[in-house]
């Protein structure tokens, strides 16, 4: 007997064809967390499917506790298509989605995780700074997870790269413009700091 169940509002951070006939989506839920779905490919090309970075919304079910959950119903809230004009920004996109797929099994705050991810992701579909974008999500997830970003790496850095740092941290993305030029050093510093000092991955 078939059993359904609501994913709520997800965001695809992967996708990858499993065989002729199924997709494989990592999704991250607001409700549920880090799930995998598979969706069954219809013959018809004119069924839309979900794709990388779309807002979705739907039911999975499951034949059996041993089998794998299939996307039955569903609708795309919301299409990410700026992503793919920009390398730059669908590179952090990515980044930020290997970052969820990889942790969010230990963290414990889903929902907040879901709002980082969505906010950042949105930032940059709107083609706003994504170095900014990156250095922003990553400290909302290490100050999340209780890291001392302040107290280690932020009183480790230069007072150039401190006064850049705060400043980036505190100022709306939409102000920030022309700024990847001087952020991509620091983001690269704290993506350093981040995997010699945290258990992120």
């Known amino acids: 007997m078939l059993k359904y169940s609501a994913t709520g509002k997800c965001i695809v951070l992967d996708r990858q064809t499993r065989g002729e006939k199924h997709l494989l989506l ?4 607001q409700s549920l967390g880090l799930m995998y779905i598979m969706k069954r490919l219809s013959n018809s090309k004119t069924s839309p499917l979900p794709d990388l970075f779309d807002d979705i919304d739907g039911f999975t079910y499951i034949s059996s ?5 299939f996307l039955h119903d569903f609708q795309i809230i919301k299409r990410r298509l700026n992503l ?3 390398y730059d920004a669908f590179q952090i996109a990515s980044e930020i989605a290997d970052k969820i797929i990889k942790n969010a099994r230990n963290i414990e705050d889903i929902p907040r995780l879901y709002f980082y991810a969505h906010k950042a992701i949105d930032a ?4 706003l700074s994504p170095q900014a974008v990156r250095i922003k999500f990553l400290y909302a997830l290490t100050k999340q997870e209780g890291y001392p970003v302040i107290e280690d790496f932020y009183e480790n850095l230069s007072k150039p790269m401190q006064q850049l740092f705060a400043y980036i941290v505190k100022t ?3 102000d920030m413009p022309e700024i990847d030029s001087r952020a991509e050093a620091i983001a690269d510093k704290f993506v350093d700091w981040i995997k010699f000092n945290t258990d992120i991955i």
């Open 124 to 127: 940059l579909d709107s083609l």
């Open 26 to 29: 990592a999704c991250l839920s």
């Open 65 to 69: 506790e041993q089998s794998p959950k």
């Open 172 to 174: 709306p993305t939409k």
């Open 84 to 86: 793919i004009k920009r």
